[in-house]
């Protein structure tokens, strides 16, 4: 055995293991400013509102999700407006969008862009975990790009559903994608050295397997089966109309319908 190999080896397990640290030592309220604050910089504003983003309209997979989804048309809240290139298309479908941000720039650069492509949204600067919108205003909620998976902890993906529901029409729509991994990041023994330096800092205490700083930009938690996902769904209110859990993709989506009466 060549040990410079393995020592080699040993180290860049280790590098990586260190820099998963990040996730561990932050609380939830912290990831979440932590991707405020990478979404806020000047060059990721402007890279989200630029006309190449724009122009690619909806992805293949938010359009395979608009197939199922049974309300073609009507008043649609959409979380994480981005640059606005969701809005746009929708709007050109028929929809009635008002967008919801948490950053104040990148969502003005959204409605600057709709206007000029000749369409019309209105916009909400608000954290999609801690929406507040009157309640029963909206036949579909439209949370696109795996932002789901954005929110940190079953708790606060819950109670965010629960709002939601609120949010919808008796009978409405939530659409959502969200990021799949089956595989561990870490091993048994790891994910334990993981968890102790949570609790040694008095971290992400709430960790849950799956949490990641994916490319150090933003928290995103990898759900490992559908089941994780179902039950949080039904427990924050929902049925599930329609739900893709692919096998080969990191990406997922969901279609789910509130109660007919509340």
């Not at 640059?83 to 600057?112: C, H, N, Q, Y």
């Not at 919808?168 to 729509?173: D, E, M, V």
């Not at 990641?212 to 759900?223: D, P």
Request: charged share 25%.
């Amino acid at each position: 055995m060549n040990l410079r190999i393995s020592l080699g080896r040993f180290l860049i397990r280790s590098g990586r293991f260190v820099q998963s640290l990040a996730v561990m030592v932050m609380r939830p309220r912290d990831l979440v400013e932590y991707g405020r604050r990478t979404y806020s910089r000047p060059e990721s504003i402007e890279g989200w509102g630029v006309n190449k983003i724009l122009a690619m309209g909806l992805s293949d997979d938010e359009k395979a999700l608009l197939e199922k989804l049974p309300a073609g048309r009507g008043v649609m809240l959409l979380l994480g407006a981005g640059g606005g290139r969701e809005a746009i298309a929708f709007s050109r479908m028929g929809f009635d969008i008002t967008g919801v941000d948490f950053i104040p720039e990148l969502l003005e650069k959204a409605k600057a862009n709709a206007r000029a492509e000749g369409v019309n949204m209105t916009g909400l600067v608000q954290e999609i975990s801690q929406l507040d919108v009157p309640e029963g205003g909206y036949d579909v909620v439209w949370l696109s790009t795996g932002m789901y998976s954005s929110v940190p902890t079953r708790k606060n993906r819950v109670a965010m559903l629960r709002k939601i529901g609120l949010a919808l029409r008796p009978g409405g729509y939530f659409v959502c994608q969200f990021m799949c991994g089956r595989e561990a990041e870490f091993s048994p023994r790891w994910e334990t050295l993981r968890k102790a330096f949570a609790w040694l800092t008095m971290g992400n205490l709430r960790y849950e397997k799956g949490d990641r700083l994916a490319s150090n930009i933003e928290f995103i938690h990898y759900f490992a089966a559908p089941e994780e996902l179902e039950s949080e769904f039904k427990e924050g209110g929902f049925t599930v109309f329609f739900m893709n859990f692919p096998e080969d993709k990191v990406r997922g989506g969901a279609v789910l319908r509130t109660a007919v009466s509340r």
